[in-house]
């Protein structure tokens, strides 16, 4: 946010005028519109406050009766947008939902609703809650994700406010242009990673035998994007000029923080693949026999890191099941986050292992890939990878209440097939506090979720299930 004491609408008004937002981004198209009836839950809204093209482009601001330049929901009804280009995240708030309300103020005419962003239409997190929508204009911030493209925003305006009201009226949008742009990589590359966290980018130590580790060894950008296989992860560990020239050897106790072009989510299995190059590798060959090992964690907002443990299925080879310590390739999960936007790789070879084989040089990362994302998925087998392409689609969604709650909250599941559903709870912070699997039966169900013995707060419910997540944001009192 360009200023903390003002909205962007605020801060804005000198160059609305002119209909032109430098440095901001506003409603570029409508990806779908499903419009509710007005209040008495029967008549269709007005035809000439249901132009979805008053949408876009920089909205009016103005609660002046006048022209019709809003898009109405309706009772319930909703609207996904696509943003002009991305809204950053920055310091204080992000966007500004920008509402038309003639001549009356919430607490009289309270026209409200609920805000969701994504950046791929697969993963949504709220920005509201279900205790807090925003009533009229709303300013509100992005939380962990560092960019969206994608807006949902849903009435959930009181059906009684008014005879004839028609819900919340959707001026426009003003999102924070500065400090982002949007990743120009496309399919499985939205999933590695695309830079660095922290000046130095790396830190790399000795080899074995206390010295630098060979130059050809030493490029940093050797570890970004996709490895040249993505198909088989031996097929990097050929003894070639290509595979000699496509790693960064960390040394002794070296360590990279990398960036990702997209928030990687947590999903079902093991979230993230590190492509470590040894060469002959193979999957018959033990841990011991070349034990280059590493320990590897995640981070939502770069400041605080966790622990990506290895999963049952994945531990062997000298690895174990919990801890965060891979030998060579391995594959780690998210477990108490819920997304992620930063892995630190820390080698961990020489204080383990009193006589390496050879003049070693630490562990020696060629990439590190996302497993789970909507567009392009991969699925890890012993032999190398299957690839699934199809888009998943938005078919789950949740309504939470009480909220705010003391010991429970109910949960609504409307889904359009019978599909399991997995429930998290995380705190701020992304860890993981509670879960609760649900089978769900395909039509709209009720379920209750215990919130007994937690501190109080706000905490985050993911439900996941069909291919599509939904967050909402819940008050612990």
């Given at each position: 946010?360009?200023?903390s004491?003002?909205?962007?609408?605020?801060?804005?008004?000198?160059?609305?005028?002119?209909?032109?937002?430098?440095?901001?981004?506003?409603?570029?198209?409508?990806?779908?519109?499903?419009?509710?009836?007005?209040?008495?839950?029967?008549?269709?809204?007005?035809?000439?406050?249901?132009?979805?093209?008053?949408?876009?482009?920089?909205?009016?601001?103005?609660?002046?009766?006048?022209?019709?330049?809003?898009?109405?929901?309706?009772?319930?009804?909703?609207?996904?947008?696509?943003?002009?280009?991305?809204?950053?995240?920055?310091?204080?708030?992000?966007?500004?939902?920008?509402?038309?309300?003639?001549?009356?103020?919430?607490?009289?005419?309270?026209?409200?609703?609920?805000?969701?962003?994504?950046?791929?239409?697969?993963?949504?997190?709220?920005?509201?809650?279900?205790?807090?929508?925003?009533?009229?204009?709303?300013?509100?911030?992005?939380?962990?994700?560092?960019?969206?493209?994608?807006?949902?925003?849903?009435?959930?305006?009181?059906?009684?406010?008014?005879?004839?009201?028609?819900?919340?009226?959707?001026?426009?949008?003003?999102?924070?242009?500065?400090?982002?742009?949007?990743?120009?990589?496309?399919?499985?590359?939205?999933?590695?990673?695309?830079?660095?966290?922290?000046?130095?980018?790396?830190?790399?130590?000795?080899?074995?035998?206390?010295?630098?580790?060979?130059?050809?060894?030493?490029?940093?950008?050797?570890?970004?994007?996709?490895?040249?296989?993505?198909?088989?992860?031996?097929?990097?560990?050929?003894?070639?000029?290509?595979?000699?020239?496509n790693?960064?050897?960390?040394?002794?106790?070296?360590?990279?923080?990398?960036?990702?072009?997209?928030?990687?989510?947590?999903?079902?299995g093991?979230?993230?693949?590190?492509?470590?190059?040894?060469?002959?590798?193979?999957?018959?060959?033990?841990?011991?026999?070349?034990?280059?090992?590493?320990?590897?964690?995640?981070?939502?907002?770069?400041?605080?890191?966790?622990?990506?443990?290895?999963?049952?299925?994945?531990?062997?080879?000298?690895?174990?099941?919990?801890?965060?310590?891979?030998?060579?390739?391995?594959r780690?999960?998210?477990?108490?986050?819920?997304?992620?936007?930063?892995?630190?790789?820390t080698?961990?070879?020489?204080?383990?292992?009193?006589?390496f084989?050879?003049?070693?040089?630490?562990?020696?990362?060629?990439a590190?890939v996302?497993?789970?994302?909507?567009?392009?998925?991969?699925r890890?087998?012993?032999?190398?990878?299957?690839?699934?392409?199809?888009?998943?689609?938005?078919?789950?969604?949740?309504?939470?209440?009480?909220?705010?709650?003391?010991?429970?909250?109910?949960?609504?599941?409307?889904?359009?097939?019978?599909?399991?559903?997995?429930?998290?709870?995380?705190?701020?912070?992304?860890?993981?506090?509670?879960?609760?699997?649900?089978?769900?039966?395909?039509?709209?169900?009720?379920?209750?979720?215990?919130?007994?013995?937690?501190?109080?707060g706000?905490?985050?419910?993911?439900?996941?299930?069909?291919?599509?997540?939904?967050?909402?944001?819940?008050?612990?009192?």
């Amino acid at each position: 946010m360009f200023t903390s004491t003002k909205s962007f609408v605020a801060a804005a008004m000198g160059l609305l005028a002119s209909g032109v937002v430098f440095g901001q981004v506003s409603i570029g198209s409508v990806i779908s519109a499903t419009q509710g009836p007005k209040t008495d839950l029967v008549s269709a809204v007005d035809l000439d406050r249901s132009n979805t093209a008053n949408l876009t482009s920089a909205p009016q601001n103005t609660d002046v009766q006048g022209p019709i330049n809003f898009y109405s929901l309706g009772m319930a009804g909703e609207v996904v947008v696509q943003m002009s280009g991305p809204i950053c995240n920055g310091p204080g708030n992000d966007l500004t939902v920008v509402e038309t309300t003639w001549n009356f103020v919430c607490s009289n005419y309270p026209e409200k609703a609920r805000v969701w962003a994504s950046q791929d239409l697969c993963n949504w997190v709220e920005l509201t809650t279900e205790a807090n929508p925003i009533c009229h204009n709303g300013d509100l911030d992005l939380g962990c994700l560092p960019w969206a493209l994608y807006l949902k925003i849903k009435d959930v305006s009181p059906n009684n406010y008014t005879q004839d009201g028609d819900g919340y009226d959707v001026d426009g949008v003003i999102g924070n242009s500065a400090g982002c742009t949007l990743p120009a990589e496309a399919g499985l590359s939205r999933y590695a990673a695309n830079g660095f966290q922290g000046n130095p980018q790396a830190t790399q130590g000795l080899t074995e035998n206390n010295t630098a580790v060979p130059a050809a060894r030493d490029n940093q950008a050797r570890m970004l994007g996709l490895p040249l296989n993505v198909t088989n992860i031996y097929a990097n560990d050929v003894t070639t000029s290509s595979a000699n020239n496509n790693f960064f050897s960390l040394g002794k106790n070296g360590s990279v923080t990398l960036a990702f072009p997209y928030s990687l989510f947590n999903g079902p299995g093991a979230d993230v693949q590190i492509y470590e190059t040894s060469f002959n590798d193979n999957a018959a060959r033990s841990c011991s026999n070349y034990p280059e090992k590493a320990t590897v964690e995640g981070s939502c907002d770069g400041v605080t890191f966790y622990p990506l443990n290895i999963l049952p299925e994945d531990a062997g080879n000298g690895e174990t099941a919990g801890s965060n310590m891979i030998c060579r390739d391995g594959r780690v999960d998210f477990g108490s986050l819920a997304f992620v936007n930063y892995i630190r790789i820390t080698d961990v070879t020489f204080g383990l292992v009193a006589n390496f084989p050879g003049v070693g040089d630490g562990f020696d990362v060629d990439a590190v890939v996302g497993l789970q994302n909507c567009g392009s998925s991969i699925r890890v087998n012993e032999e190398g990878y299957t690839h699934n392409a199809d888009v998943l689609e938005d078919v789950l969604s949740i309504n939470v209440w009480p909220n705010p709650a003391h010991d429970f909250v109910s949960v609504s599941l409307l889904m359009n097939e019978a599909s399991e559903v997995v429930l998290s709870l995380t705190d701020l912070t992304g860890r993981i506090v509670r879960t609760k699997v649900v089978a769900a039966d395909g039509v709209n169900m009720i379920q209750d979720f215990d919130l007994s013995g937690l501190r109080e707060g706000i905490y985050l419910l993911q439900a996941e299930g069909n291919g599509s997540r939904e967050v909402v944001r819940i008050s612990k009192n």
